[in-house]
């Protein structure tokens, strides 16, 4: 800030106190005036540099001493200049006369050589300043007409830049310092004369009314042209139309420019950011508005080209129409008034008293940062109103206002922001609108879709529903005929299990009366043999005492020979010869009975041959009866199998039907199965029947069907029609075997392994269809089987066929290498009663016919059974299971105790005990008996007995 005169910044003077200086200043410093209301709503704040109380800020006066004129020139010899400055002092003296004068001190002396420039810098400056920070300002100039107010205020100086006034000055400053993009600077123009406010700028707007607001106290003139200035060359368009309405006005109204106050107002908006700024606000502050809020700095500058003030004493004496002189005088008066009473500190300031008061309301005693330039001539000839314009400077300088800061709302970039935001939020809210409608229809044609496609649904599910409840009522009955069949397979069942209870009676009996036979005939036999063994006592018994009598009589006779030769010695020949004689006849003696012993001997080994003959022939019966027995017992089993069979599929059959049933509806399996199923609910006999009907080659076509059911009903039926001896060989000439065979290897399901294994265990039956099975593969398929299945059912019907097929002492090898006899013992696993009773009816079944081509000497070495460990298993579980398991494993036994080749094996394994047992303990007369030949025929064992 250029104060090269010494006037110092408000806040500096602030600092060290009231001015000093003569004029009676006084050094107190006024508080700001508690009358006046504070310019809110909007936010005041004193300004920031002044700190405490340096709020408070003296209105600043310079002095400005015009030069002289021509004039002053004309009555220089009788008027000389009455003032005398001293800058560097910053004094004026004022002299009345050679003896009177009197020192005043000012913030600012200018001589008459100071420049625009200079003045504007040091008046002016510190205020746009101010007003630029947003504090109120005024400028203005008080002086007699003629000193050069409009000169330092209103010059325009367009063509010469340094004569430009303070006005000029001032707007270009602003124009320079403020941003364009967030500020805003208008003007208003206007005039005061004879009390009535008329617009500059449009001189068709008078009588202005001057507003005050109620609430601030804030002075608005509604109606006065405000124009918003843009660059230097508009604010010289402006002010050239404000000085030519000035001037025209008052020569319309026959007045001068030197009557009328012309006041520039300065209006300026500027953007404010609090944080940014003026960080050191207290916390107050911050808490009136929020920080986004946008907010304004609204500040006025009056520059204020005041009516000469001679006009106060002298006016009327110079011809004015007294209304005019009174106008006038009212608003300069008031003004003088103002100010002394402020000067005084006078509990009441006449504001009211004029338009001008009431306009420069906040300049003097306000918010306002003042500063006042006083214009006097140097001429003597004035003194008296130079005198009082120093007066009026001295006390303008006791004024003391409070500077403000006055910030808003900027409710117009508020709203514009609102309504920036409220826009963004509508196209939003449009587009979501425009989101969800598409979304809706997308979801509404959906629905549609799913409402079509449910619709169908239903239909598809009502016909369905139908279909299945015709099924449904088909199966029902379909499933009555089948119970009643059932019905009637169980009645027929029942007649065969009594046959089979007959049968068995038969067996019975028969196996009763052979016991009774066979216990006769082995009483005979054994009678016969204690019989023979005693005779052959008796004959050994003399043949010993034949052999000592002969012992004696070789004694006796060496005693003769022994006497001869003593005789001899002694010469008695004829004793000799006598003695001779003798032993001759004793040595014929001997002979004869030597000879008839031999004869007895012989006698008696013809008679014993004889014996032996008988028993073999013996024992040829009872292996017979055996044979015939284990036949019958095999076609018992039979029986038993079939009726078990008819059994399991009577349960199988309604399962397979009720399964059929639930609603798969596949018509031509329902008829074509029942016709099946029709021809296994007659039996045999009525299988036969339909079978004729039917055709073989029919059925067994059915085996190859690709619907399970079918598949299963058509082994059964295949199965059924095995079981009769004169279709056995049939069906294998047919392909049936071949078929059967191919489901055991590929079928997967284990109903068909079950019924398939029994209708090759039925098939095996026949000794001619078991070299066939053999030759395809049969053992090995059936092995595989039994290793694949637990069922107790299928293992009893694999083994049953295995056990058929032990019964080929032909096969017996491939059976080995097939793996049938190793599969035949890992169905023990099962430890069910009726698969073990399989086992070990086909073990002695091998052991039986191996012992027979052993003993015919087709066949040398020890059993195939021991290589696949069956002897260990036997002698380890022979008492274990049922009766007749019992029996089997004991005869197997018994056969294998036969072979003298397995003789090592069966004691190894401990079997002697187990032979001794059977010999002893076992039911069976044919066990029994065996076990003892075994016993008493093998050397080795009768050791081990021993
Ligand atoms: P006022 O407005 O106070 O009645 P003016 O500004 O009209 O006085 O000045 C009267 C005359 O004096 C004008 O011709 C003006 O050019 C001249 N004048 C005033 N002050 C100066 C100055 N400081 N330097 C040169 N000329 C001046
Ligand atoms: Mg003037």
Not at 234 to 248: D, T, W
Not at 353 to 373: E, H, M, P, Q
Not at 378 to 404: C, D, L, W
């Amino acid at each position: 800030m250029a104060t090269g005169g010494g006037w110092a910044p408000a806040r500096s003077v602030e600092r060290h106190g009231a001015p000093r200086g003569g004029g009676g200043t006084r050094s107190k410093s006024v508080a700001p005036c508690p009358r006046r209301p504070s310019p809110s709503p909007a936010r005041s704040r004193p300004a920031p540099d002044n700190g405490g109380s340096a709020d408070s800020c003296r209105v600043r006066v310079a002095i400005r001493l015009r030069p002289k004129n021509s004039e002053d020139l004309a009555y220089g010899s009788d008027f000389d200049s009455c003032v005398e400055l001293q800058p560097e002092s910053k004094r004026l003296k004022l002299k009345k006369n050679n003896w009177i004068c009197e020192s005043y001190k000012f913030d600012e002396v200018f001589s008459e050589n100071a420049s625009q420039k200079r003045v504007y810098e040091v008046v002016a400056k510190p205020v746009v300043e101010s007003v630029l920070e947003g504090y109120n300002g005024t400028v203005m100039a008080y002086g007699q007409t003629g000193t050069g107010k409009t000169y330092t205020v209103g010059r325009l100086g367009k063509d010469d830049p340094s004569e430009r006034g303070i006005m000029v000055r001032a707007l270009e400053h602003i124009l320079s310092s403020m941003s364009f993009e967030t500020d805003r600077v208008a003007i208003s123009y206007l005039q005061l004369y004879l009390e009535s406010v008329q617009d500059l700028l449009d001189p068709e707007k008078t009588n202005i009314p001057i507003v005050e607001d109620a609430k601030t106290g804030e002075i608005s003139l509604p109606g006065a042209s405000i124009v918003e200035i843009k660059d230097l060359e508009h604010v010289f368009h402006l002010l050239q139309i404000g000085e030519a309405n000035r001037h025209a006005a008052n020569t319309k109204m026959n007045t001068e420019s030197s009557r009328s106050h012309a006041i520039l107002i300065i209006h300026l908006q500027r953007s404010s950011r609090i944080k940014e700024e003026n960080s050191s606000l207290s916390n107050d502050t911050h808490d009136i508005f929020p920080d986004d809020l946008p907010l304004v700095l609204k500040s006025k500058l009056l520059i204020v080209d005041l009516a000469g003030s001679e006009r106060i004493d002298k006016s009327g004496s110079e011809g004015h129409m007294i209304e005019e002189a009174k106008f006038i005088n009212l608003s300069l008066t008031s003004l003088g008034k103002c100010i002394n009473a402020l000067a005084e500190n006078s509990p009441h300031i006449p504001t009211r008293d004029s338009k001008l008061t009431r306009i420069l309301r906040d300049s003097f005693g306000g918010t306002a940062r003042t500063s006042l330039v006083v214009t006097i001539g140097p001429s003597s000839r004035h003194y008296s109103e130079t005198s009082s314009t120093i007066m009026f400077g001295q006390r303008a300088m006791k004024v003391v206002n409070t500077i403000k800061l006055k910030e808003e709302v900027d409710y117009e970039t508020l709203y514009k922001k609102v309504e920036r935001e409220v826009d963004q939020l509508t196209s939003e809210m449009e587009r979501q609108q425009k989101l969800m409608k598409n979304e809706k229809m997308q979801l509404d044609k959906k629905l549609k879709e799913s409402e079509g496609s449910f619709h169908d649904l239903r239909m598809t599910s009502n016909i369905r529903i139908e279909n299945l409840e015709k099924e449904k009522c088909q199966l029902e009955s379909a499933v009555k005929t089948l119970m009643r069949d059932l019905e009637e397979e169980r009645g027929q069942n029942n007649l065969l299990s009594e046959q089979i209870a007959e049968l068995e009676k038969l067996v019975n009996e028969n196996k009763q009366q052979q016991q009774l036979e066979n216990l006769s005939r082995m009483k005979i036999f054994t009678d016969t043999t204690k019989e023979h063994e005693k005779e052959m006592e008796e004959l050994l018994r003399q043949l010993q005492e034949e052999r000592r009598c002969s012992s004696s009589l070789k004694d006796r006779m060496s005693v003769l020979q022994q006497e001869l030769c003593d005789a001899q010695s002694s010469t008695q020949e004829s004793m000799a010869h006598e003695l001779e004689k003798k032993l001759t006849k004793v040595t014929e003696e001997f002979t004869s009975q030597v000879q008839s012993l031999k004869e007895k001997i012989s006698e008696l080994i013809s008679e014993k041959e004889v014996i032996y003959e008988e028993l073999k022939s013996t024992q040829e019966k009872v292996q017979q009866e055996m044979l015939h027995r284990q036949g019958l017992e095999d076609q018992i089993l039979r029986l038993k199998w079939s009726t078990s069979d008819i059994c399991a599929e009577e349960s199988k059959t309604s399962y397979g039907m009720v399964r059929s049933g639930s609603g798969l509806g596949n018509a031509a399996f329902v008829s074509k199965s029942g016709k099946i199923r029709e021809a296994l609910s007659g039996q045999r006999g009525t299988i036969s029947k339909i079978f004729e009907e039917v055709g073989l080659p029919n059925v067994l076509a059915l085996l190859k069907s690709e619907d399970l059911d079918v598949q299963i009903h058509a082994v059964k039926v295949v199965a059924n029609l095995a079981a009769e001896d004169i279709n056995q060989e049939r069906i294998v000439e047919e392909g049936g075997l071949d078929a059967l065979l191919s489901l055991l290897e590929t079928s997967e399901n284990t109903t068909i392994h079950r019924v398939t294994a029994g209708a090759v265990a039925n098939l095996a039956m026949n000794g001619s269809n078991q070299g066939v099975i053999m030759n395809k593969g049969g053992a090995r398929l059936l092995a595989n089987v039994a290793s694949k299945t637990e069922d107790p059912q299928t293992l009893r019907l694999v083994a049953g066929a295995i056990a058929n097929l032990c019964g080929n002492e032909k096969l017996h090898l491939m059976l080995k290498r097939d793996g049938g006899i190793k599969a035949l013992l890992g169905m023990v696993r099962s430890g069910h009663a009726e698969v073990i009773a399989q086992i070990a009816r086909g073990i002695a079944n091998f052991a039986k016919c191996e012992s027979r081509v052993i003993s015919q000497g087709h066949r040398k070495g020890r059993s195939l059974l021991i290589e696949d460990g069956v002897l260990t298993w036997m002698v380890a579980n022979s008492t274990r299971f049922s009766h007749s398991t019992t029996r089997h494993i004991e005869l197997a036994f018994c056969h294998l105790a036969q072979n003298e080749d397995n003789t090592c094996d069966i004691i190894a394994s401990g079997g002697i005990k187990e032979l001794l047992r059977i010999s002893r303990e076992s039911p069976r007369d044919d066990a029994r008996n065996l076990a003892k030949m075994a016993l008493d025929s093998n050397p080795a064992f009768l050791r081990e007995v021993q």
